[in-house]
């Protein structure tokens, strides 16, 4: 496959009439090019000596396509397709070469003039492509835009390259100019790499090169040791138990797409839990600072409150059914996840014990089987329980007003049915109606109580 037939004008979604003969492809798509890698949405950036935004802008309505400024004062604009995403920038400087000299890594700063198939590469690109190698052009490029220390470390994992010595040695130089980056871009940084099992050890790398410090303070290396054991966790699940890991990889926003989908999944979304304190209070006010969506600060938080009685309960010889409802009722749909981090914690606890054993099944997987089946039972009053009566009867039976009271009695006789103590309508409305006369009855996490 050659770079010509990847990025040829013939494989763009839109005219090549569109588009300036002075127009070069830079940057990552140039790269994967060169490397042969097939991405499932192409993303090609031009630079322009002119007319970028102007460019972009009537691409977008010939081809009736989305339209995005990203820059106004830098001349920089999107095209979305379906399936290709095209950035058109205003060159840098007075050349394209002094446009190249300004980018962060020789492997991105190779461009290709489509229209005579030429490859412009004056700071052998090419060479460390081969070498896959990672090296910076500039510390003071690094130091213009301190998201590229941490760019440096996803897109070596990424693409499988070791980092330059001389490189690595800089951006832990540079590391507390990362105090003046945008949280929300250096969660998306992270995120990618927590969406890649293969990544794990470059998050440790980051961590010990100081650059998590001052985002996650309480990422540690018995934290991160987390990460390892979750990915090791959910391949045993898929192992021996299939239909439960099906659910770790669906997406938590059903509007994200492509990239930023893959990053929301339940699975990604759980290893945070490395990065952040054990305390879910201390957690969600981490979570918060970075600017995490509520949706992933509930099931990050979810999941730390819930794993540890989990890991207490699956040993508890006196486990009730009542301590089971509630576990299921804490952990909600991020029960899959409580699950593996369940399974994780025992790993990592057998291999401090033992760590020259070989690797086995873990025995807390046996221990778990019961309740993964309950889980994946949608009949289940334990983990889907349903109320034996809808509010509206209980206000009908029993006189009652709209308020906390039906919430109360609601929540008591669904905690009943899971115990078994009512099995049909009508022994639900007689503990009801002995709820109701009983002045001293009240409720505490669910579950009826008596002074």
């Not at 070069?24 to 042969?36: I, K, M, Q, T, Y």
């Not at 070596?156 to 590391?175: E, K, N, V, Y």
């Amino acid at each position: 496959m050659s770079i010509q037939s990847v990025l040829a004008p013939q494989t763009w979604p839109f005219q090549s009439s569109d588009v300036p003969q002075s127009a070069c492809l830079v940057g990552g798509c140039v790269r994967d090019a060169l490397l042969n890698r097939r991405t499932v949405y192409l993303d090609l950036d031009f630079v322009l000596p002119e007319a970028a935004v102007e460019t972009a802008r009537k691409i977008a309505k010939n081809c009736d396509a989305g339209f995005v400024l990203l820059d106004a004062e830098r001349d920089i604009a999107r095209v979305v397709f379906p399936e290709t995403t095209a950035d058109f920038a205003l060159q840098v400087g007075h050349s394209l070469e002094e446009d190249l000299q300004r980018r962060d890594f020789t492997m991105n700063a190779i461009a290709y003039h489509p229209f005579s198939d030429t490859v412009i590469d004056p700071l052998g690109g090419q060479q460390d492509l081969e070498a896959r190698l990672l090296r910076m052009i500039a510390p003071k490029n690094l130091e213009d835009d301190p998201l590229r220390l941490l760019r440096a470390y996803r897109q070596a994992a990424q693409l499988g390259f070791s980092l330059d010595p001389h490189t690595q040695a800089i951006i832990c130089q540079l590391t507390p100019k990362l105090e003046h980056v945008a949280a929300e871009r250096i969660k998306v940084e992270l995120s990618y790499l927590l969406s890649d099992p293969t990544a794990t050890p470059w998050i440790l790398q980051l961590w010990q090169d100081g650059l998590l410090s001052t985002s996650f303070p309480n990422a540690s290396k018995t934290s991160l040791a987390f990460l390892s054991a979750i990915d090791q966790a959910a391949a045993l699940l898929h192992q021996h138990a299939p239909d439960l890991a099906a659910v770790l990889p669906q997406e938590l926003n059903e509007r994200a797409q492509g990239k930023e989908a893959a990053q929301r999944t339940l699975l990604s979304t759980t290893k945070w839990i490395g990065l952040v304190s054990t305390c879910p209070t201390q957690a969600e006010t981490t979570l918060k600072h970075m600017k995490f969506s509520r949706g992933e600060i509930h099931v990050i938080t979810r999941v730390l409150e819930s794993w540890p009685r989990l890991q207490q309960l699956i040993y508890q010889e006196d486990c009730t059914r009542a301590d089971q409802f509630h576990l299921f009722q804490n952990a909600g749909f991020t029960f899959p996840a409580v699950v593996m981090v369940t399974l994780a914690a025992d790993l990592l606890q057998r291999q401090a014990s033992h760590p020259l054993a070989p690797a086995a099944q873990p025995t807390c997987l046996e221990a778990l089987e019961h309740w993964i089946t309950e889980y994946l039972s949608p009949q289940s009053p334990l983990a889907h329980p349903q109320p034996p009566l809808s509010g509206s009867v209980l206000m009908q039976e029993l006189s009652l007003s709209p308020g906390p009271e039906v919430g109360r009695l609601l929540s008591e006789l669904t905690l009943a049915q899971a115990e078994g103590k009512i099995t049909t309508p009508e022994e639900a409305l007689s503990l009801a109606h002995r709820l109701v006369s009983s002045p001293l009855s009240t409720v505490e996490n669910g579950s009826p109580q008596s002074t």
